[in-house]
């Protein structure tokens, strides 16, 4: 599906970090952090349907959503035991996956909303 938007695609870097742990002695050890490119469409405003994802009284000044066409699995803070949400970089700086909507049986993407981390 998005192959029809393949002029419009962005690079952008995918930020993943594996999950920290506790070592023998107690002491937390942060996991390994790895970067890879994927291609994204967006970033947009985050109106319409994507809004309804978001608790009530969410603030969406900073988030927007984003397609990515590239076959990843993205972790979000919370879900499925993981302790960091995934980032992606682009232009205008570095936001975190807050809610993933996988389409990849629908035409091959994921839909993402993002929140706008300060530096």
């Known amino acids: 599906m998005l192959r029809h938007f393949a002029s419009d695609m962005i690079s952008a870097t995918l930020r993943t970090k594996a999950d920290g742990h506790r070592d ?5 050890v942060e996991g390994a952090e790895t970067e ?11 109106t ?19 397609a990515i066409s590239d076959s990843v699995t993205l972790k979000v803070e919370g879900q499925n035991d993981a302790t960091d ?5 682009w232009g205008d700086g570095e936001y975190k996956v807050d809610i993933v909507k996988d389409w ?6 994921l839909e993402v909303i993002v929140v706008k981390e300060d530096r």
Do not use: C, H, Y
Request: glycine share 14%; no cysteine; hydrophobic share 40%.
């Open 104 to 109: 990849s049986a629908f035409g091959g993407f």
């Open 85 to 89: 949400s995934d980032t992606v970089d």
């Open 24 to 28: 023998a002695a107690g002491d937390w």
């Open 36 to 46: 890879s490119t994927v291609s994204i469409l967006g970033p947009f405003p985050t």
């Open 48 to 66: 319409g349907k994507m809004l309804a994802l978001l608790p009530q009284g969410t603030d969406v000044t900073n988030r927007r959503w984003l």
